[in-house]
């Protein structure tokens, strides 16, 4: 009979992730979570996964081998108590993955504040084009997928690496178990500060993770990023191939079409010519086409790859048209993100307006740690609308620079009116948030009338 793992926090998108993984290597996999709610449920269900909503301690009876922790749960949840009574076994999710899914495998870990995402969609597609069939967990769905994990079939593995910390009872940040052999380090800068007290808390934590690579992997390191250069100085015992900056990777200006040529050492490797918009993405794309190279996929295979890359979900993802306005999705919650995601769709659509809806919805910015950098993050948008509901901190002081191209509203009704209401043909509508922002996507769409669904 197939080992049984119970896993707390299921509906998560790594725990979920990770179920998935477990259920394709042929364990039995049940799991619990707060909320079961659509897609994560529903995804997990057509795997064959039984949810149990809630954490009541009556679940001690289903006797599973593991109960696999995430870090969503904490000391007096009922069944967690129950299981430190019991004396159950138990495991974080990062811990389980590393011992029987990562151990053996070439794991390509791709860390950083910003584009984590992106980069594993990329690098994941660039390996699977290659035929390398490889695993991947990643904190989204590649359009190329349809999924956001697997386990694979080949060596590589690639993983979105977070730096938030593993469980209650452990509190070092996810990536350094992960034994990554080729990492990426995308950029660094102040975020988690429920978790983290400063920037060089988590600069810390990234050491942490640089002094476990081995000598024979490749750490690919975003050339424009002094804290990452202060981590590197801290010592570094793996080689280093830098991308952007004074780097040896580095990405032409875009053509017409956001084409790029990808240069090495100064050589001319060949042209990128894709859909994705951004200076981010490609950046984003150096340090997919760096890696997979350490992983034996030549640059010119990765470029051809790229040119089939489709994104991911949430990613400035058309959601739907209504009136000849066109509204999109992205999942940017931090300053730096909210101004790459704007930036990269006003190249898309040039002189047209955007409007711009956010949530400011993750931890960091519920506790007003980015208030001051909100108006100059949110500035290359036409309009902006802010759901404030339950924050801490006063969003239309905040948002003051902007002057009335700027509102705040206390109530989601509210501002999809407005939005409806000044929203004309022509526009274009992002919609900004880490969360599901109360199905405002299809809110809008209804309000402003006759909208069609992506």
């Not at 470029?303 to 209504?322: C, D, H, M, P, Y």
């Amino acid at each position: 009979m197939a080992a049984h793992l119970h896993i707390l926090g299921i509906c998560g998108t790594f725990m979920g992730g990770l179920a998935a993984i477990a259920r394709q290597a042929g364990y039995r996999v049940t799991g619990c979570d707060a909320n079961v709610y659509p897609p994560m449920n529903e995804q997990l269900a057509a795997l064959g996964i039984e949810l149990t909503e809630g954490y009541g301690a009556g679940q001690l009876s289903l006797a599973p081998n593991l109960w696999v922790v995430g870090n969503v749960v904490t000391r007096g949840n009922p069944l967690m108590e129950a299981i430190l009574d019991a004396g159950a076994p138990y495991v974080s999710g990062p811990q389980w993955l590393a011992e029987h899914v990562l151990a053996g495998r070439h794991v390509l870990a791709v860390a950083g504040t910003h584009g984590k995402t992106g980069t594993a969609s990329m690098l994941a597609w660039i390996l699977e084009h290659a035929g390398r069939k490889p695993g991947f967990l990643i904190g989204g769905v590649p359009m190329n997928f349809g999924v956001s994990a697997r386990l694979g079939e080949g060596q590589p593995f690639v993983i979105e690496a977070d730096e938030y910390d593993t469980a209650f009872f452990d509190k070092r940040s996810k990536f350094v178990h992960y034994r990554a052999r080729t990492a990426i380090l995308n950029n660094l800068e102040f975020d988690h500060a429920d978790i983290f007290y400063d920037l060089e808390a988590i600069e810390r934590q990234f050491h942490h993770f640089v002094r476990i690579l081995p000598a024979s992997g490749l750490i690919v390191s975003n050339g424009q990023d002094g804290a990452l250069e202060r981590v590197l100085s801290q010592g570094v015992w793996t080689q280093v191939e830098r991308f952007g900056g004074e780097g040896a990777w580095q990405a032409g200006p875009p053509d017409d079409r956001n084409g790029f040529e990808v240069r090495l050492e100064g050589k001319v490797l060949g042209r990128v010519r894709w859909t994705q918009a951004g200076e981010h993405n490609r950046m984003n794309a150096l340090a997919a086409i760096a890696a997979a190279r350490h992983a034996g996929v030549e640059p010119m295979a990765a470029i051809e790859a790229l040119a089939r890359f489709q994104g991911v979900r949430r990613r400035l993802e058309r959601r739907g048209e209504a009136r000849g306005i066109t509204i999109y999705d992205d999942f940017a919650h931090h300053p730096t993100a909210i101004r790459a995601t704007l930036e990269g769709l006003r190249a898309r659509v040039g002189a047209a307006r955007i409007l711009a809806v956010l949530e400011p919805r993750s931890n960091t910015m519920r506790l007003g740690v980015m208030k001051d950098r909100l108006a100059a993050s949110l500035g290359p948008a036409d309009r902006t609308y802010v759901y404030a509901a339950g924050l801490g901190w006063d969003a239309a002081a905040a948002l003051r620079p902007l002057g009335d191209r700027a509102r705040s509203f206390e109530r989601l009704e509210d501002l999809v009116a407005a939005v409806a209401t000044q929203a004309r043909s022509g526009d274009h509508v992002l919609v900004m948030s880490n969360g599901g922002f109360g199905g405002v996507h299809e809110k809008l769409l209804a309000a402003i009338g006759g909208g069609v669904a992506a």
